[in-house]
């Protein structure tokens, strides 16, 4: 993935701070999925958004990313809880909740805006007609079933119901992170609803940032390659695209993504230890240079001492 990848030069800065936050502002975001609870990872990018959202005078909004309807009801009271543990740590939001359950309809009306087409292939077939995966994993689509006639399409209906792709030309599209730099890559014919009828998260984000006037993103760097792709569907639905704020992941001692096996990683299991929400968050400032291990801080106190340029870049090796 890194060689789709041109260094860049880091954004001017855009700092409002201390101006009157009004409507018209920009907007930063927490997008979290309702499948697990956070995570002390999930907890340290939700306090980033939120630094970098407030330190440019913007609103912060939480949206809850809820469209694996599976998922989600396999999981309940996480959602609860996960807002929660950000309540807990200090961090307040702006305006309502967004759930992307109660969005099925923008994002069929923005489907239609799109121009489409219809996939009957399974992932072993993408697998085998691909290039080689991206290094995070991800295969773009070559573009097997663009051209199928009607009667084809017909035809396979009978047996698959089909996955619609958005026709993307062959486009290149680049956009910007503020510490990555110029993040550039081909934007191959992504699904934007899956066959099981789902819009697919790369639809959906795109269609909420849009209409919530999202202009600053920050999440974890593992989405960091679908930037290009999810900037250039900004522009197909008429939005602008956002800067992007790709944060490093949190790992493990062994440097593995850090996951619930890792041992005490949410909010409750630290608790348990006798390690409640404030220490936590000192932790967390303390692994963006922005206070010491245990002292007293609050999200404010963080938020006098933040640079964003002075972030640590390097992933945060977590010990627990
Ligand atoms: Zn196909």
Redesign the pocket.
Known sequence: MRRFFQAGRAGEERSTRGAQMTDAAGAGRFAPSPTSDLHVGNLRTALVAWLLARHTGRRFLVRVEDLDAARVAAAPDVEARQLADLAAIGLGWDGEIVRQSERLDRYAAAIARLETYE???TRREIAEAASAPHEDGYRPYPG??RALTEAERAERRRTRPPALRVNAHGAWMSVHDRWAGTVSGPVDDFVVRRNDGAYAYNLAVVVDDVAQGVDQVVRGDDLLSSSPRQGWLTERLGGRVPEYAHVPLVVNAEGRRLAKRDGAVSLADLAARGRPAGAVLATLGHSLGLCEPGEHVTPETLLDRFDPDALPRGPWVYGG
Request: proline share 0%; aromatic share 20%.
């Open positions: 996939c009957f292939c097997t079933c």
